[in-house]
């Protein structure tokens, strides 16, 4: 059972350890800051080292470099986390018929095998503490899926399965384990993708945004960082200990058609 003395409204999170994945940049460092603002130590895993460093040191985290399409280099990260936020994530855009068999490989193993592997690791001390949270980092094409990103849109999907397996699992110990589904977010991964789109749809970069990332939404801008961090930190406090095995669109109404 979870015996952490009584935490105060605005530092939820003290006396919690936190592990997310991807966090030196866009919506993994954006999770970092909210949770070290409220009060947890935080593992700002990344392979990129000196960012990984640089955010560690802004918040009073610990920098872990690791490649997550290494399996052992997996299997050696902390497992002393009560919260994991899967985030890291890569992108490949290319027709299913000419899509790299070893991208589509690599895609899974970062993006799904990491995640079961950091969990499998992690789950055994959050049961035993009798608390747990699990944000995994998913997206809108884990409901929905979109051409030229087979890839991606197979791995979100195996971690919404991942991320429910793990609420029913979890649920007897104090566990959640959610899914939040973005839409397109101001990041350096959707910014590498508008070359991309541009080239497999024929039209010119600028249109990009307005013609593709943004034509199934209601909602005309880019999601912040800053903004799918905030919906992490909430899943994490004591109001939304009921809310779990759930996908939690922040799509602006893109699947509301």
């Not at 499998?120 to 959050?126: G, Q």
């Not at 980092?137 to 030229?148: D, E, Y």
């Not at 508008?194 to 909602?219: F, S, Y």
Request: net charge negative.
């Amino acid at each position: 059972m979870d015996t952490t003395s009584a935490r105060s409204s605005d530092r939820p999170l003290d006396g919690r350890t936190a592990l997310v994945t991807g966090a030196a940049s866009g919506i993994g460092r954006a999770c970092a800051e909210a949770l070290a603002e409220a009060g947890a130590r935080v593992y700002v895993v990344d392979l990129a080292a000196e960012p990984a460093r640089e955010v560690a040191g802004l918040i009073g985290g610990r920098a872990v470099v690791a490649d997550l399409s290494d399996p052992e280099a997996v299997d050696a990260l902390p497992d002393d986390a009560d919260i994991v936020v899967n985030n890291a994530g890569l992108q490949h855009v290319a027709p299913v018929h000419e899509f790299p068999p070893e991208r589509f490989a690599l895609i899974q193993r970062v993006m799904v095998e990491a995640p079961f592997r950091i969990l499998r690791r992690t789950l055994p001390h959050m049961y035993a503490r009798g608390w747990g949270r699990v944000v995994n980092i998913s997206s809108v094409h884990g409901l929905r899926a979109s051409a030229f990103k087979c890839a991606y849109v197979t791995a979100k999907h195996g971690l919404e399965g991942l991320s429910k397996t793990v609420a029913l699992e979890g649920a007897p110990h104090g566990v959640t384990s959610n899914c939040i589904n973005p839409g397109y977010v101001r990041t350096p991964l959707v910014e590498k993708q508008i070359a991309a789109q541009a080239l497999a749809h024929g039209i010119p970069e600028e249109e990009v945004v307005e013609r593709i990332m943004l034509d199934r939404t209601a909602v005309k801008r880019l999601i912040e960082p800053a903004e799918v961090a905030a919906l992490a930190l909430y899943l994490c406090t004591p109001a939304a200990t009921h809310l779990t095995g759930a996908s939690l669109p922040l799509d602006g109404a893109w699947t509301a058609h």
